[in-house]
């Protein structure tokens, strides 16, 4: 089946350092979303790229669509403390599927 | 309503016991979704609602676990005879047609 990898699952970054996840298929992904989910709390959309190659930028989160339409990357310029909380990518090719996860933590 | 409201927000139940979960998506969203969420793990699909179409059950974990959505709107998850391992996070999403899903909040449902 459908299965999306996240890498790392982890990330402890100091304040002010970049952040960045991987999103990877083995299949081509009609779309990608993802998803940011702070501790405690649900799941909350942040994008959706659907061309190959597409980049788009929110302030300091930038995120690609890979050419091959098979992978996936979110970065994040200068962490800050409100950047804490779980990405999850996620793509909907017959049903909404997400991937495995990143946990990121920042230290101030 | 504004968002997707789910109820109860926390449940106990005893180990044999049912339970029923509801999601009240979003008016107009055509597309709802059933996601169980163990501490600290991803999001597992369970079910799948799209318009009239017949739902994608696939993900259901046991023939203990069923879901309906009456009329295109409100949805109930039931858990018969309920296990220790069912203790988890149960998040309902929805969407008009597709990309972009508002999530609920989620029940919390511990079987003790």
């Known amino acids: 089946g459908q299965q999306v990898m996240q890498i790392p699952q982890y990330q402890h970054v100091q304040e002010g350092e970049d952040f960045t996840t991987y999103c990877n298929s083995s299949?081509?992904?009609?779309?990608i979303q993802w998803y940011k989910q702070r501790p405690g709390g649900h799941p909350v959309f942040l994008i959706q790229?659907?061309?190959?190659?597409e980049v788009k930028k929110q302030k300091r989160l930038t995120f690609q669509f890979g050419e091959a339409k098979k992978n996936s990357s979110l970065h994040i310029t200068a962490t800050q403390t409100t950047d804490v909380g779980t990405y999850f990518c996620?793509?909907?090719?017959?049903?909404?599927?997400f991937g495995t996860g990143t946990r990121l933590q920042v230290f101030p | 309503g504004a968002g997707v409201s789910q109820s109860p927000s926390n449940k106990v139940t005893e180990k044999g016991k049912d339970v029923e979960l509801r999601c009240d998506p979003i008016?107009?969203?055509?597309?709802l979704y059933w996601y169980r969420q163990s501490l600290g793990q991803g999001l597992e699909f369970l079910i799948y609602?799209?318009?009239?179409?017949?739902?994608?059950k696939s993900g259901l974990p046991s023939d203990r676990f069923s879901a309906e959505r009456t009329g295109g709107s409100v949805s109930t998850l039931t858990i018969q005879r309920t296990q220790q391992e069912d203790s988890a996070v149960y998040l309902c999403?929805?969407?008009?047609?597709?990309?972009?899903?508002?999530f609920g909040s989620g029940t919390r449902l511990t079987v003790v």
């Open positions: 999403a929805s969407s008009y047609r597709t990309g972009g899903y508002t």
């Open positions: 299949t081509t992904l009609s779309n």
């Open positions: 790229l659907v061309k190959s190659g």
């Open positions: 996620a793509s909907e090719t017959d049903k909404l599927i």
């Open positions: 008016s107009g969203h055509t597309a």
């Open positions: 609602f799209q318009g009239n179409s017949a739902p994608d």
